[in-house]
């Protein structure tokens, strides 16, 4: 492993190697055609892995090999390539069926969609994945096969239920939901799968939601941003923050100007009697994402959604 051949293409997955007696994380690198990508328009590669990956130039391959330390370099050299990823973009024609194969989904698995038109616009920035691995000091999350950010339905679900629990169970300010609290904390046994009681836990049942990942549904923009540490010393050698340290800008990604359809569906089987409640969940979703926000960095603004839909 301490020799990279040429004709390579530089792949996100890191190891740990013994070298000179330190222990370096690097990239391993998967034999792909270069020629194939060397002659493809750039916009037309998948965005996941211009964000996530390194492309080496032919010039950085004449010498036929490169040390361990060699490949250190461009991975922190990959900072500078990427800050040309900030754009608007085009989602992939494959995602304009989306919502027709998961209405056909539930269809089959006998789900009740109640979402089909719930369109959630990002109302300032979103970011989501900030701190996944990448070859960057910060990341996003994109999706592996159509190279487009997206809203996983394990995090929709998460801020659903964080809403749940503080607005409607335990009602923390909130006067208009008025679910009695037997019919609230018997919801979220048929919503998430678990009693809501302490003394229940470990009672596991079937979850009766299903989120879909979410995807834009128009043209999106990708920004740059900064995170502005001023006290590095501090985190890093634990000195006193004297208010004397040189600020340290940290590059992450951003996205902007689109709209998330978001979707999901209940179990008929689960829910059956529950119907009258169907609207009141929507709108509970919908609450969720506009008054909690989703992602990273919601306590200073990002990842709030606002509905563009009056149903």
Excluded at 94 to 99: F, G, I, M
Aim: aromatic content about 14%.
């Amino acid at each position: 492993m301490s020799k990279v051949s040429k004709n390579t293409f530089y792949w996100k997955y890191k190891d740990n190697c013994k070298y000179n007696n330190k222990t370096y994380e690097f990239m391993f690198l998967q034999n792909i055609d270069y020629d194939q990508i060397e002659k493809a328009n750039i916009e037309d590669l998948n965005f996941n892995y211009r964000l996530n990956s390194i492309l080496l130039s032919r010039t950085e391959l004449n010498n036929k090999s490169l040390d361990i330390q060699s490949l250190e370099d461009l991975i922190y050299d990959s900072k500078t390539y990427c800050n040309h990823l900030t754009a608007e973009r085009k989602i992939p024609k494959e995602l304009c069926n989306y919502s027709c194969i998961v209405k056909e989904y539930c269809e089959n698995m006998n789900l009740e969609l109640i979402s089909d038109n719930m369109d959630m616009r990002v109302d300032d920035k979103l970011i989501i994945g900030l701190g996944n691995p990448s070859v960057l000091e910060t990341s996003m999350t994109i999706h592996h096969v159509y190279g487009v950010p997206y809203l996983p339905g394990q995090a929709l679900k998460g801020i659903f239920r964080k809403y749940f629990v503080d607005e409607v169970i335990e009602n923390k300010g909130r006067d208009e939901i008025d679910l009695k609290d037997g019919i609230s904390k018997d919801l979220y046994s048929k919503l998430f799968g678990d009693d809501f009681e302490s003394e229940n836990e470990g009672k596991v049942k079937k979850s009766g939601i299903v989120f879909f990942d979410a995807f834009p549904i128009e043209n999106y923009k990708i920004d740059q941003d900064i995170i502005n540490v001023h006290y590095n010393n501090y985190y890093q050698e634990n000195k006193f923050p004297d208010g004397t340290d040189d600020p340290n800008l940290v590059n992450f990604y951003v996205v902007k100007d689109t709209t998330f359809k978001v979707l999901f569906a209940l179990d008929k089987n689960i829910f059956k009697g529950y119907e009258f409640l169907f609207g009141k969940l929507k709108k509970y979703i919908k609450m969720a994402l506009e008054d909690y926000g989703i992602g990273a960095k919601t306590a200073i603004g990002y990842g709030y959604l606002q509905s563009i839909n009056n149903n």
